[in-house]
């Protein structure tokens, strides 16, 4: 959906492999879905593809040594590469949206969650949970919204800083994302050296466009 969003399946001479834990149904002969772990992807060769464009996934896949795996294989697969993350500093956690959320203790965190979160439902879930609390009604939770999925949720979220971000992809030219003057995300690209993309500008702007 996001890469159709951006009008990608209207698009002819590009294809786009999409790299999942599980593979995902696609309806575009443009798109091949296949199942991987990024920090090992052995089923590519070395500079298989123009571009590798990911948007806040290293986060999420362990500790630094598995989000560095991921780092040098991006290098390693791609001829150019395009990855986002949200900055550690930024003072609302971008997946929870809760103020300094990310320097909270574990518990804490995990607590968050479970009662102003309810993992990943979004607003309208939260709001019925907390009207039926406030009427004394039973919430009654669905297997995700458990306390044992919040807890993952917890441990699989280590957010970056610029300097450790920069140490992963070490020749990145390196974007900030700003919001109210504060640095949202940062962005670490190199230029495509495909015809038609121009200078290093044109290149961020076109990929900066699908975020």
Request: proline share 5%.
């Amino acid at each position: 959906m996001f890469w159709k969003s951006m009008g990608f399946d209207q698009l002819e001479g590009i294809e786009i492999v999409l790299l999942n834990l599980e593979a995902a149904p696609v309806d575009s002969p443009y798109f091949t879905s296949l199942a991987g772990d990024a920090t090992y992807m052995p089923q590519f060769k070395d500079k298989e593809f123009d571009i590798v464009f990911s948007n806040s996934v290293i986060e999420h896949v362990g500790d630094d040594f598995q989000q560095e795996s991921m780092a040098r294989e991006i290098m390693r697969v791609g001829k150019a590469y395009f990855v986002q993350t949200p900055n550690l500093f930024f003072p609302i956690e971008s997946h929870s949206c809760m103020p300094l959320y990310q320097f909270m203790p574990e518990f804490m965190r995990t607590l968050a969650l479970y009662y102003f979160d309810i993992t990943g439902g979004g607003i309208g879930r939260t709001i019925q949970a907390w009207k039926a609390r406030l009427t004394f009604r039973r919430f009654e939770r669905l297997p995700h919204e458990s306390w044992e999925r919040c807890q993952a949720r917890v441990k699989g979220l280590r957010l970056l800083s610029r300097r450790k971000f920069q140490r992963f992809f070490p020749n990145g030219i390196l974007y900030q994302e700003k919001c109210f003057g504060l640095t949202k995300s940062f962005i670490l690209y190199t230029n495509p050296d495909l015809p038609g993309l121009g200078d290093e500008r044109a290149a961020l702007t076109n990929m900066a466009s699908a975020l």
